[in-house]
C-alpha cells in the first residue's frame, strides 16, 4: 500500500473518530474496563502460582533399600543417586533407625514392636530433587530412574503437594479462559456497536464513494483502521491501569502469615506484548464484524 493513500485512510479514520467522538469514548472505556478484568485476573494468576510454588515445600523421594545388600551396592548406589540431574542425598537411614524413628512416631504405643522377632522396616535413602527455576518436576521419570538401580526395593515420593497445586491451578486456568473469552467476546460486540454507528453516521458518502467506482476495501479500510486505533488505545490505557493496579498492591517486602517473605511482581514482558496485541486483534475482529454487516461484494447494504 502507497504511503500516501494509507495517509489518507488514516486521516479518515481519525475524521470519523472525532465526527464520533462520544461513541467512541463510551466504547473506548467499556472495552478498557472488560480487558481490565480479564489482565487483573491474569496478573494475579500469575503471582499466586509464584508464591505457591515458593511455599511449596521441596520435593523428596525415599528410595528403600533391600534387605541384605553388601555395602559395596549400597556405595553404588550412593553414587548412581547424586548422578542423577537435581538428586541430592540429605541422610541415609539404616534399619536401626527406621525402627527408632517408627518407635519415637508410636510414642506411648511403642511397646508394640516389642515383640518383633526381627526388624522388617528396610534401609532407605532420603533424597531432595532441586528444580531449576519453577519447573515441574517429572515424577514419573525419576520414579523410574530409582527403581532401575540395582539393589532398590521401592521408592515412595512426596508429590502430593505438587499434585493438588497443579490441579488447583489448572482448574483456575480453564476458570480464566473462559472469562477472558467471554469478556473478549463481549469486547469485540462493543467495537462491533462501535464501528455500525460509525458507518451510519458515513452512509451518505459511502453510497457516493461506490457511485464513483471506489472499491469495497477502499471504503472498508477507514473502518477497519478506526477498530485497530480503538484496539491500540484500549491495550495502552489497560496496561496503564492494571501497572496502576500493581502499584498499589507491590511493596518490596510483603510478608505471608508473618513467616515468608513475598514479592508481588508485574506481567512478564512476553505476557504483557501478548496482552497488548489482544486488544488490538479484538479491535480489528470488532470492525470487521461491522463492516462485514453493512457490506457485500457489490454494493453497500442499506442501513435502517
Given at each position: 500500500m502507497r504511503p500516501g493513500l494509507l495517509a489518507y485512510f488514516l486521516r479518515q479514520a481519525i475524521v470519523s473518530i472525532k465526527r464520533n467522538k462520544i461513541v467512541h469514548l463510551i466504547g473506548l472505556g467499556t472495552m478498557v474496563v472488560s480487558m481490565l478484568v480479564f489482565g487483573t485476573f491474569?496478573?494475579?494468576?500469575?503471582?499466586?502460582?509464584?508464591?505457591?510454588?515458593?511455599?511449596?515445600?521441596?520435593?523428596?523421594?525415599?528410595?528403600?533399600?533391600?534387605?541384605?545388600?553388601?555395602?559395596?551396592?549400597?556405595?553404588?548406589?550412593?553414587?548412581?543417586?547424586?548422578?542423577?540431574?537435581?538428586?541430592?542425598?540429605?541422610?541415609?537411614?539404616?534399619?536401626?533407625?527406621?525402627?527408632?524413628?517408627?518407635?519415637?512416631?508410636?510414642?506411648?504405643?511403642?511397646?508394640?514392636?516389642?515383640?518383633?522377632?526381627?526388624?522388617?522396616?528396610?534401609?532407605?535413602?532420603?533424597?531432595?530433587?532441586?528444580?531449576?527455576?519453577?519447573?515441574?518436576?517429572?515424577?514419573?521419570?525419576?520414579?523410574?530412574?530409582?527403581?532401575?538401580?540395582?539393589?532398590?526395593e521401592d521408592v515412595q515420593c512426596s508429590a502430593v503437594q505438587y499434585k493438588k497445586i497443579e490441579g488447583l491451578f489448572n482448574v483456575a486456568l480453564r476458570i480464566g479462559i473462559i472469562i477472558g473469552g467471554l469478556l473478549c467476546i463481549g469486547s469485540v460486540f462493543v467495537v462491533t456497536n462501535t464501528m455500525k454507528l460509525s458507518i451510519y453516521s458515513r452512509k451518505d458518502e459511502i453510497d457516493i464513494l461506490k457511485l464513483v467506482g471506489?472499491?469495497?476495501?477502499?471504503?472498508?479500510?477507514?473502518?477497519l483502521l478506526e477498530g485497530l486505533i480503538?484496539?491500540?488505545?484500549?491495550?495502552?490505557?489497560?496496561?496503564?491501569?492494571?501497572?496502576?493496579?500493581?502499584?498499589?498492591?507491590?511493596?518490596?517486602?510483603?510478608?505471608?502469615?508473618?513467616?515468608?517473605?513475598?514479592?508481588?511482581?508485574?506481567?512478564?514482558?512476553?505476557?504483557?506484548?501478548?496482552?497488548?496485541c489482544l486488544n488490538v486483534v479484538v479491535g480489528l475482529l470488532g470492525s470487521f464484524v461491522a463492516i462485514g454487516r453493512f457490506f457485500d461484494k457489490d454494493h453497500v447494504v442499506a442501513l435502517s
Open positions: 491474569l496478573l494475579l494468576f500469575i503471582n499466586l502460582n509464584m508464591w505457591f510454588h515458593d511455599l511449596t515445600p521441596p520435593l523428596t523421594m525415599s528410595v528403600y533399600l533391600k534387605d541384605g545388600i553388601t555395602p559395596d551396592l549400597k556405595k553404588q548406589i550412593e553414587s548412581s543417586i547424586v548422578r542423577i540431574p537435581g538428586a541430592k542425598i540429605d541422610r541415609f537411614i539404616s534399619k536401626k533407625d527406621a525402627l527408632n524413628d517408627l518407635r519415637k512416631g508410636l510414642g506411648p504405643d511403642a511397646a508394640l514392636l516389642n515383640g518383633l522377632s526381627r526388624n522388617p522396616l528396610p534401609a532407605s535413602f532420603e533424597v531432595h530433587i532441586i528444580l531449576k527455576g519453577r519447573q515441574k518436576p517429572d515424577i514419573r521419570k525419576l520414579e523410574r530412574l530409582f527403581q532401575g538401580l540395582k539393589g532398590v471506489a472499491t469495497d476495501w477502499f471504503v472498508k479500510m477507514p473502518f480503538q484496539g491500540v488505545l484500549s491495550g495502552i490505557l489497560t496496561l496503564i491501569s492494571l501497572y496502576g493496579f500493581y502499584l498499589m498492591l507491590y511493596t518490596e517486602k510483603n510478608f505471608f502469615l508473618d513467616c515468608t517473605m513475598l514479592r508481588f511482581v508485574f506481567l512478564p514482558v512476553r505476557y504483557a506484548v501478548a496482552f497488548f
